[in-house]
């Protein structure tokens, strides 16, 4: 994909889905009784793994456009697949699925694509082990293929080294199949959505600071879920809006939980122009409209306990970064090294490239502001995220940005090009 500058970005969109409710209204409506109805679900090469894995568990699960529509057979009804689990390049359908699989009574086998074999899945496989599941890595390497097999689970309360909504929903997970409740301390509170959907679908789960608690055998019912548009996904249009001169840019019906919005905190800390409208609640998740306008940035430091509520929005945060008065220093987010690439690495492989001033550091990145970025080869490592942040950057380049393996956007965000040239004046090739 070729990215040209842009003279200006104007108008309204709506972003797909979030991707981590999609996933986990597909999970929790395949373990409910009933049926479960979701529209504006996320319809990416992730969330669809998801379906995938519970069809060949024999949940009745039917898709049209946005809507999907499934068939619960509650805690106990999954069936043994023919086959083994294909999670694609999803770390949330993975990790999240060992959790419930951990507490079946049959044996499954859990793979991925080569971005996922090589993603760490001990901090799954610890945690489950204690609380008596019988998880491994097939390779002896603590990464997929796992195999994990029937086994008899208690609760356990566990601290958990890491601040992961995916390490924290796997525990919970395997605590609806446990003797006993279950509860996950975390050093920062990560997303809560599993939290909120769980207790939608009628768990009895409780939170109180960085410590989340469920307790065993209850009765999920199916519900209508309506998914947000994701943060993460908008959080390019963000980027955008301040960056490009003369933007202003209208994001509808937009995620902004607490434990998801730091993009937004951040941003303003920075400068920008960004209004929330139209705030409301729908099944405990908030929602708003955002507004952006382009407005000067300057440098800020990332860090602490901000890092969990905007990991995946790092590398586009990074972008702005390199265009913004003086220095950014983005710190505790060793977590990038593990996504679908090394955050870090890339990014600052990729910026350098572009004439940025950035180091990399041993958890983040420090960026110098400058007033322009050069056009450049970009290699987006097959990680969508990379790929459009580089798609932003291509947008106030001086010459043209070139992105090899763009096809990647369509793990979280299919149409985001398409989106992307809506709003501009001058056409992406």
């Known amino acids: 994909m070729k990215i040209t500058h842009a003279k200006s970005l104007r108008g309204e969109l709506t972003v797909p889905g979030d991707k981590s409710i999609s996933h986990r209204a597909v999970m929790f409506g395949s373990i409910s009784e009933g049926m479960t109805e979701i ?17 060949k568990m024999g949940i009745d699960i039917t898709q049209k456009d946005t809507n999907v529509t499934i068939h619960g057979k509650g805690l106990h009804g999954l069936t043994r697949p023919d086959s083994v689990l294909d999670c694609g390049n999803s770390g949330t359908t993975t990790r999240l699925i060992s959790g419930i699989l951990a507490g079946q009574s049959f044996e499954t086998q859990l793979t991925g694509d080569a971005s996922i074999r090589k993603r760490p899945m001990k901090r799954i496989i610890t945690p489950l082990s204690l609380m008596g599941a019988d ?26 080294p890491v601040a992961s909504a995916q390490v924290k929903s796997s525990i919970l997970l395997a605590g609806l199949y446990a003797k006993g409740p279950t ?4 050093p920062h509170l990560s997303r ?10 009628g768990a009895e789960v409780t ?19 309506h998914v947000p548009g994701d943060i993460s996904s908008a959080a390019y249009f963000l980027a955008a809006g301040l960056l490009v001169p003369g933007s202003e840019i209208l994001i509808r019906n937009v995620g902004i939980n607490k434990t998801r919005d730091g993009i937004l905190r951040v941003l303003k800390e920075m400068g920008g122009n960004i209004t929330l409208l139209n705030e409301q609640y729908d099944q405990g998740e908030p929602t708003a409209d955002l507004l952006v306008k382009s407005s000067p940035l300057h440098g800020t430091i990332i860090g602490g306990e901000l890092i969990p509520t905007l990991i995946d ?8 970064a390199s265009l913004a008065e003086g220095t950014t220093i983005i710190r505790d987010a060793a977590e990038l090294k593990v996504k679908e690439s090394n955050r870090i690495d890339v990014m600052v492989e990729n910026l350098s490239a572009m004439g940025a ?6 958890d983040g990145m420090i960026i110098e502001g400058k007033p322009s970025l050069k056009g450049a080869k970009i290699n987006s490592c097959n990680d969508h995220r990379i790929a459009m942040s580089f798609a932003v950057a291509g947008l106030i380049a001086e010459g043209d940005v070139d992105i090899a393996g763009a096809e990647c956007v369509n793990i979280s965000y299919p ?7 809506s709003l501009c004046q001058k056409q992406l090739i």
């Open 135 to 160: 998880i491994k890595s097939m390779q002896e390497n603590e990464c997929a293929p796992l195999i994990i097999r029937p086994a008899s689970l208690h609760g356990i309360h566990y601290d958990s």
């Open 415 to 421: 149409d985001f090009y398409r989106d992307l040239y």
């Open 183 to 186: 509860s996950v301390t975390e």
């Open 39 to 55: 529209t504006n679900f996320l319809n990416g090469a992730d969330c669809l793994s998801t379906i995938s894995c519970f069809q």
């Open 313 to 320: 929005e790092i590398p586009v945060l990074a972008i702005a």
């Open 357 to 362: 001033a950035v180091q990399a550091t041993e």
């Open 192 to 201: 809560n959505h599993t939290e909120i959907m769980l207790h939608y679908f």
């Open 207 to 225: 939170s109180e600071g960085t410590t989340s608690s469920l307790m065993p055998d209850v009765f999920l019912k199916g519900q209508k879920v």
